[in-house]
Nanobody
Framework: QVQLVESGGGLVQPGGSLRLSCAASGSIFSIYAMGWYRQAPGKQRDLVAR???????NYADSVKGRFTISRDNAKNTVSLQMNSLKPDDTAVYYC????????????????WGQGTQVTVSS
């Protein structure tokens, strides 16, 4: 059973910083991509940042230059350093893992964490 557990959300003032972390647990051989998505009230869940096992990254245009994703393939962890936070960054942030290879094979759809709330407000 693969589980993703996030930590690090909270309340921060505009211009502040937060760091989100996510750890995947279970019998995992490899994970192709890990990343972060976010969902604000009344909106769809959108990609924030993603990194493949080979180090290729994708960022949403709205966070480029402010957020940095990092990953430890050996530990199956991914982190998101968020700087210069804006009220528009307020959302529930979800950790995501794609193409997770386990002893049972590779599931055809990604795993998700339970989400962590990030609120940017003065």
């Amino acid at each position: 059973q693969v589980q993703l557990v996030e930590s690090g959300g909270g309340l921060v003032q505009p211009g502040g910083s937060l760091r989100l972390s996510c750890a995947a647990s279970g019998s995992i051989f490899s994970i192709y991509a890990m990343g972060w998505y976010r969902q604000a009230p009344g909106k769809q869940r959108d990609l924030v940042a993603r990194m493949t096992s080979g180090g290729i990254t994708n960022y949403a245009d709205s966070v480029k230059g402010r957020f940095t994703i990092s990953r430890d393939n050996a530990k199956n962890t991914v982190s998101l350093q968020m700087n210069s936070l804006k009220p528009d960054d307020t959302a529930v942030y979800y950790c995501n893992a794609e193409e997770v290879v386990t002893p049972a094979g590779t599931r055809g759809y990604p795993y998700w964490g339970q989400g962590t709330q990030v609120t940017v407000s003065s």
